[in-house]
Each structure stands twice: as structure tokens, then as C-alpha cells.
């Protein structure tokens, strides 16, 4: 697969992002082995962009071995300065989950309660409210009941 192109304005954006980013792949003395290549299209498809430790000290078996990961892994190379390396390629997107006969989860609610003379701070008071639960007027929690229908009403249908 062809690497990635990117425009120069593009690939200056990318360098701006790698800047803080540490290594997360190192190639040492056995060069580029497919148990590196594995871990480096997993770091890609982890993170999308990322830096790459080279300890050679020849230019350009750096240079070949960024031109190898990004022609494999189907990256874009960002940069090369001294023995780091910077690919990025796009982020797949991630499957959700689906949820099946699940209601709503719990929350978390601020109930405030003001004091009579007005001198003082409100009292916030934090309550974790599941999925059945409700505040009623007086800042008590209470189980949402489900609504009875008449028994005329299922009579008629």
C-alpha cells in the first residue's frame, strides 16, 4: 500500500501535535522485525499519530525504515529528525456497543437548599439517582412506580 500524502500545511500540523508526544515504539539492534511492524500498526490504530526511537546511528537506514512502515502500514511520514521518527494515519472508527433492554443509568444530581434568612450559602448536597429513582418536591428520592391504568380502561380493550 502507498503511503499516505500529505500537504505541507497539513504535515506542519501534525509535527505541532507530535511535539509533547513521547516514543511508543523503540527499533533496536535487530532493525524492523514484524513483531515491530505488529506493535507499530497497533500503536497506529491506538493512538493515529505517533513517534518512533531509532537506535541507529546511519541516516539512511532511518530514512528506509521510516520509508518501510509508512509503505506497509499505509502511513503518513511526518518527520524525521535525528532518531526519531513520526507517522500518522487516520483513527478507524470504533464500534459501539448496542445496548439491549437496558434503561438509563445512574446520575448524579445537586440538590440545593437555600437557607431561610438568605445570609448564608445554599447547602449543595450530591445524590446518585439510578435509573427508577426520581426527586420529589421535597428533596427526597423516590422510585418512579409505573402508571396504573384503570381496570375499566382494559376492559374496554
Do not use: Y
Not at 89 to 108: D, I, L, T, Y
Not at 111 to 121: A, E, P, Q, T, W
Request: proline share 6%; no cysteine.
Amino acid at each position: 500500500m502507498p503511503a499516505i500524502e500529505l500537504r505541507p500545511v497539513q504535515r506542519k500540523e501534525k509535527r505541532a501535535e507530535a511535539h509533547h508526544l513521547e516514543p511508543v515504539i523503540r527499533i533496536g539492534a535487530d532493525g524492523l522485525t514484524p513483531a515491530v511492524i505488529k506493535e507499530t500498526d497497533a500503536a497506529l490504530n491506538a493512538h493515529g499519530l505517533i513517534k518512533v526511537r531509532v537506535f541507529s546511528d546511519e541516516r539512511e537506514t532511518r530514512e528506509a525504515i521510516l520509508a518501510r512502515l509508512s509503505d506497509e502500514l499505509n502511513a503518513a511520514p511526518i518527520q524525521h529528525i535525528g532518531k526519531l521518527l513520526v507517522l500518522w494515519r487516520p483513527m478507524p472508527p470504533k464500534e459501539k456497543a448496542e445496548r439491549e433492554g437496558r434503561g438509563a443509568g445512574p446520575k448524579v444530581v445537586k440538590i440545593l437548599k437555600f437557607s431561610k434568612s438568605g445570609n448564608h450559602r445554599p447547602q449543595v448536597k450530591k445524590i446518585n439517582l439510578l435509573g427508577n429513582q426520581r426527586i420529589a418536591a421535597g428533596g427526597q428520592v423516590k422510585r418512579a412506580k409505573k402508571r396504573i391504568t384503570s381496570v375499566k380502561r382494559t376492559a374496554a380493550e
